[in-house]
């Protein structure tokens, strides 16, 4: 099976509109004043990344982006960000601190040291894929055999965090 | 045909988490902390997912399906606890919710 998309269009193509486009919504997101703004912002990295990820040949995890991350996770941060009703004297005001010099230079730093060691890994992609590679089916039966405590686990997880996030959000209880 | 080296899909990856390292230091609202380490749990995903893609092995694949479902989990547990800060103190910046600091 080769990759999807790679037969079509050159795969260049394809990602590299789609990094200056995860790029600048995670800059918007930074910078944005407006909590709602960066939360827009950040919907339209996650899109990008879900691009990335078709480009990768990871179909499942691609419709789970959208669906989980863009869809649920971001109607979440929405929804909190309007409860709040912040006013215009909560946002936060721009300021050229030591504290934001120092946060921005060493994230700064972060990548251009994490992009010296990326240099020195082998190059290309292989051309062809195991049949099935990325899709429902081959992920799906994964999750069922080889990590099917780490997928029970996860059940756990999820019914402790709504209890735990009802137990304490809510007022009286 | 041209094909895009794995470098520069780690590259990618490591300036998203870059961007979300920096909005967890920089800014003081904590909507924007907790979007930038959602941003974060992505760029490490995608570092999953582009090393899966060169190794032709899905593993990473699985590992992504965790990372997603354990940052869903985060975010509910997060904003409910912003949302207790904010009934008690009516503010949810970070610099100043600091009792625990003293």
Redesign the interface.
């Given at each position: 099976m080769t990759?999807l998309l790679?037969v079509l269009v050159?795969?260049?193509?394809v990602?590299y509109p789609l990094?200056v486009l995860?790029?600048g919504g995670?800059?918007a997101?930074?910078l944005s004043r407006n909590?709602i703004y960066?939360?827009m912002s950040?919907v339209l990295?996650?899109f990008g990344?879900a691009g990335?990820?078709v480009l990768?040949?990871?179909e499942?995890?691609a419709a789970?982006?959208i669906i989980?991350?863009a869809g649920?996770?971001m109607v979440?941060?929405l929804f909190?960000?309007m409860?709040?009703n912040?006013g215009d004297a909560?946002l936060?005001m721009p300021r050229l601190s030591v504290?934001?010099i120092?946060?921005?230079g060493?994230?700064?730093a972060?990548?251009c040291v994490?992009?010296m060691v990326?240099?020195h890994?082998?190059?290309?992609?292989?051309a062809t894929?195991?049949e099935g590679?990325?899709q429902v089916a081959?992920?799906g039966r994964?999750?069922f055999t080889?990590?099917i405590l780490?997928?029970e686990a996860?059940s756990i997880?999820?019914l402790?965090?709504?209890v735990?996030?009802?137990v304490?959000?809510k007022?009286k209880i | 045909?041209?094909?895009?080296?794995?470098?520069?899909?780690?590259?990618?990856a490591?300036?998203?988490?870059?961007?979300?390292?920096?909005?967890v230091?920089?800014?003081?609202?904590a909507?924007?902390v907790?979007?930038?380490v959602?941003?974060m749990l992505?760029a490490a995903?995608?570092t999953f997912?582009?090393f899966?893609?060169?190794h032709?092995a899905?593993?990473g694949?699985?590992i992504?399906?965790?990372v997603?479902?354990?940052?869903?989990?985060?975010?509910?547990?997060g904003?409910?606890?912003?949302?207790?800060v904010?009934?008690s103190r009516k503010?949810?910046?970070v610099d100043e919710v600091d009792a625990l600091k003293y």
């Open positions: 990759p790679g050159s795969e260049a193509w990602f990094a995860t790029v995670a800059l997101m930074l909590p960066a939360a950040l990295t996650f990344l990335l990820y990768l040949s990871a499942l995890i789970l982006q989980v991350y649920a996770i979440l941060f909190v960000v409860l709040l912040l909560d936060e504290g934001t120092v946060g921005g060493s994230a700064l972060f990548w994490s992009w990326f240099q890994l082998p190059e290309a992609m292989p894929l195991p590679f990325g081959s992920v994964l999750l080889q990590f780490p997928f996860t997880l999820l402790a965090a709504i735990g996030a009802v304490v959000a007022a | 045909m041209a094909t895009v080296p794995l470098a520069h899909y780690l590259a990618l490591s300036a998203l988490f870059a961007v979300g390292l920096a909005a230091l920089v800014r003081r609202s909507l924007v907790f979007m930038g959602e941003l992505n995903n995608l997912l582009s899966s893609r060169a032709g899905q593993e694949h699985a992504a399906f965790f997603i479902a354990v940052a869903a989990a985060e975010a509910a547990i904003l409910a606890i912003m949302i207790a904010f009934r503010t949810v910046n």
